[in-house]
Structure formats: structure tokens, C-alpha cells
Nanobody, 124 residues
Framework: QVQLVESGGGLVQAGDSLRLSCAASGRTFSNYAMGWFRQAPGKEREFVATIGSSGRFTYYAGSVKGRFTISRDNAKNTVYLQMNGLKPEDTAVYYC?????????????????WGQGTQVTVSS
């Protein structure tokens, strides 16, 4: 059974940084791309960042590009999201997900399993 467990969320001020972690189990982690998504209150879940199985290829939503960095440690079965220069509009529940292929992508339908989410709140 695949399990994804996010951690690292919290309440911060605008301009601060946070690093989210997502620990995976139940699948050969290094064979699959990973993604981060978020859902703000009253809004649909949206793509944030994705990384291929090797870590070589990454893609970002325009709203976070240049501020967020996705990375992975295949030896630890963990994917990270480093978030710098946080803004109030980044406030959301952040979810990690594991894709059904090794190639990164933005489409939520291509992700097989999801974590329970971690809350990030950015105050102004």
C-alpha cells in the first residue's frame, strides 16, 4: 500500500521560508515522478511543482517559479518543496502526490496516490 506523509507546514509571515517534506512508502520511489499541489479555501486544487524520477527535470507553476524549489532524495524516499519569499496568496493546504510514470507532469489525473496534506498559512 502506497503512503505519502507530508510535514513541515505552519504559520509564517510574508517573506519567510518553509520547507515541506513528503515521505513515501509502498512503491519503488525512484521509479516515479512526484508532484506538489495546493488547495486554497474556496478554490480548486492547483498544480505547484513536479519533478521527474531522477530529479533531473522539474517544472513549476508560474505563480511560484523563482520562489519555490522542488527536489528529491531517492535514498530517503522523500520529496521536498523549499518555499522562499512566501506571500499571503500562498496560503493553502499543500499535497504531495506520486505519478504513474517517471516523467514529470502537471495533470492531476496522472497521479495515483496523494498525501493527507499539510497546512501553510502566510500572514501579511
Amino acid at each position: 500500500q502506497v503512503q505519502l506523509v507530508e510535514s513541515g507546514g505552519g504559520l509564517v509571515q510574508a517573506g519567510d521560508s518553509l520547507r515541506l517534506s513528503c515521505a513515501a512508502s509502498g512503491r519503488t520511489f525512484s521509479n516515479y515522478a512526484m508532484g506538489w499541489f495546493r488547495q486554497a479555501p474556496g478554490k480548486e486544487r492547483e498544480f505547484v511543482a513536479t519533478i521527474g524520477s531522477s530529479g533531473r527535470f522539474t517544472y513549476y507553476a508560474g505563480s511560484v517559479k523563482g520562489r519555490f524549489t522542488i527536489s528529491r532524495d531517492n535514498a530517503k524516499n522523500t520529496v521536498y518543496l523549499q518555499m522562499n519569499g512566501l506571500k499571503p496568496e500562498d496560503t493553502a493546504v499543500y499535497y504531495c502526490a506520486i505519478k504513474n510514470t517517471r516523467w514529470p507532469g502537471q495533470g492531476q489525473d496522472d497521479y495515483d496516490y496523494w498525501g493527507q496534506g499539510t497546512q501553510v498559512t502566510v500572514s501579511s
